[in-house]
């Protein structure tokens, strides 16, 4: 699939839980004349505590180098996980151009703000500390969900995201996620922008709130989910993972129906020889 645009966010290279091959799928089978990195690309965070840089990883950074040097612009712009990238605004890196913030105007002329978002939470603005624990319990419950997700698939069950349902049953993970798309969309409105598009919570949405479209582009360690501009400018949700997973069981059930077909056509001649 082409599109005009795609944005991705909160791929988090450098980490475990990163879903790099996931994402090298996705960019095979997708591409964009104008691509938007919209923050925590590479994770410095966890980098600092230890080195964890599979191939998989470069792969994936020479993948967006060959998509701008084929002729796809790339826009990058940082996010808290990979601030250092914030020295360098204005730069460009194998035609990566590196920006603050970045305004984008769809093909139906709806015009969006472009932005990570940590600037408007207040834990990793007001307590940093306190979001490098968060940072380091989330990593936790990765680890968790992945031994669950291996016991799960032993008996047959789909991928079940831990730290997805505890945000859902945590009230105060609700709120929060409540304010920040608040936060975002009173930004737009008061920039007089029709919308905002972000990243930075792992919570992939697009929706309105009043006369704004809040756009979050989600994440590439769980919901593994991208937001592309269609050819009438609408902007559209991806859920990479859910489209793989009811490929990989319509491929299954195919291949089931085709060896059943198979044993219903062979049963009659083996009893018209006996």
Not at 28 to 38: I, K, Q, R, T
Not at 135 to 141: E, L, M, S, T
Not at 185 to 210: L, P
Not at 248 to 270: C, F, H, I, L, W
Request: aromatic content about 12%; charged content about 25%.
């Amino acid at each position: 699939m082409k599109y005009r645009t795609i944005f991705l966010s909160d791929i988090h290279l450098g980490t475990r839980g990163c879903q790099a091959g996931l994402l090298l799928d996705f960019l095979s089978c997708h591409d964009a004349d104008v691509f938007y990195l919209v923050g925590d690309i590479f994770d410095g965070w966890s980098l600092r505590r230890g080195w964890h840089w599979p191939q998989s990883h470069n792969d994936v950074m020479q993948a967006f180098l060959a998509k701008a040097h084929d002729g796809a612009k790339i826009i990058y712009i940082p996010g808290n996980h990979d601030e250092v990238m914030r020295a360098y605004l204005g730069t460009h890196f194998g035609g990566i151009e590196v920006m603050q913030t970045a305004n984008f105007t769809a093909l139906n002329d709806r015009k969006y703000l472009v932005t990570h978002g940590d600037q408007f939470d207040s834990v990793v603005v007001y307590a940093k500390w306190l979001a490098h624990v968060g940072d380091r319990a989330y990593v936790a419950i990765l680890r968790l969900n992945t031994w669950l997700n291996k016991a799960r698939w032993m008996w047959g069950g789909q991928y079940w995201s831990l730290s997805k349902w505890l945000k859902n049953q945590v009230k105060h993970a609700v709120s929060f996620i409540s304010h920040y798309e608040d936060a975002l969309t009173d930004e737009a409105r008061r920039g007089h922008y029709n919308g905002v598009i972000c990243g930075h919570i792992h919570h992939a949405n697009i929706r309105h709130i009043g006369d704004v479209e809040y756009v979050n582009t989600g994440d590439w360690v769980e919901s593994c989910t991208a937001i592309v501009e269609r050819d009438d400018g609408e902007l559209h949700l991806i859920d990479w993972a859910s489209s793989k997973r009811l490929r990989e069981m319509a491929r299954k059930a195919n291949g089931k129906r085709k060896n059943k077909k198979r044993t219903v056509s062979v049963d009659p001649d083996m009893r018209e020889s006996a």
